[in-house]
């Protein structure tokens, strides 16, 4: 075995690899916000079917994409590994606890955000990926170029209070998941310093707010503009 595997194998490099993973999908998310919110230009979704096609044709983006894709999955898959060590590790609950006096509510419920926020990632690309890659959408001509109208599979989706509602909820718990997170990957991989945690963990809790707040704001104003 060689000290690779002997690595990745042992408790600390499952959470450096969960550190690792989960600072690649922050950086995702800022590129990912940043590409939705032209869905709110109010150009009739022109910059989106724009930005949309240049997702779906770049060879690099394409390349980030299958990256992603595969960070999520081992993300998953070492909190599951993680979770499991920690219960082996202490089988019995002890007598008298008071989580709530070492760490916060989101700490200990890591695996609950995680999983909702897990669910929305397969709803999100069953709704949209994966009918704009394999389905039949509309095309829109932008200055005389055709590109599939992936903004009208959005704005669809987004009339439905349902989903928008889950949507929403799910920015909640994600807001709650990088509270925690945010500081934590930086600490994992040895950013920890009495001068700069402070200033990591005031990022980290803008971070959680700001980005899971523009995320939902969205579907709320795209929903509202379709009543």
């Known amino acids: 075995?060689?000290?690779?595997?002997?690595?990745?194998?042992?408790?600390?490099?499952r959470k450096l690899l969960m550190a690792l993973t989960g600072l690649f999908l922050i950086l995702f998310l800022v590129v990912h916000l940043a590409g939705n919110l032209q869905l709110l230009a109010g150009d009739?979704?022109?910059?989106?079917?724009?930005?949309?096609?240049?997702?779906?044709?770049?060879?690099?983006?394409?390349?980030?994409?299958?990256?992603?894709f595969s960070f999520?999955?081992?993300?998953?898959?070492?909190?599951?590994?993680?979770?499991?060590h920690n219960k082996k590790a202490r089988p019995v609950a002890y007598a008298?606890?008071?989580?709530?006096?070492?760490?916060?509510?989101?700490?200990?419920?890591m695996g609950i955000l995680g999983t909702v926020i897990?669910?929305?990632?397969?709803?999100?690309?069953?709704?949209?990926?994966y009918r704009l890659k394999f389905g039949t959408p509309e095309k829109v001509?932008?200055?005389?170029?055709?590109?599939?109208?992936?903004?009208?599979?959005v704005e669809e989706a987004f009339k439905n209070p349902i989903y928008s509602g889950f949507y929403v909820l799910s920015m909640i718990f994600l807001a709650?998941?990088?509270?925690?997170?945010?500081?934590?990957?930086?600490?994992?991989?040895?950013?920890?310093?009495?001068?700069?945690?402070?200033?990591?963990?005031?990022?980290?809790?803008?971070?959680?707010?700001?980005?899971?707040?523009l995320f939902a704001l969205i579907p709320i104003v795209m929903y509202i503009q379709s009543l």
């Open 1 to 13: 075995m060689s000290w690779v595997t002997k690595t990745l194998d042992s408790t600390l490099g």
């Open 141 to 153: 001509m932008i200055d005389g170029v055709e590109y599939k109208n992936a903004y009208i599979i």
């Open 176 to 213: 709650f998941h990088l509270y925690h997170g945010f500081a934590s990957a930086f600490q994992t991989v040895g950013l920890r310093h009495k001068k700069y945690t402070p200033l990591i963990q005031k990022v980290g809790i803008g971070f959680a707010i700001l980005v899971p707040a």
């Open 44 to 68: 009739g979704g022109d910059a989106f079917n724009v930005y949309a096609e240049g997702m779906a044709v770049n060879p690099l983006i394409r390349a980030v994409s299958i990256l992603n």
């Open 118 to 129: 897990f669910i929305f990632i397969l709803v999100h690309l069953r709704g949209f990926w």
């Open 96 to 109: 008298v606890t008071n989580p709530s006096a070492n760490s916060t509510w989101a700490s200990r419920n």
């Open 72 to 84: 999520i999955a081992l993300h998953v898959i070492y909190a599951i590994l993680l979770s499991r």
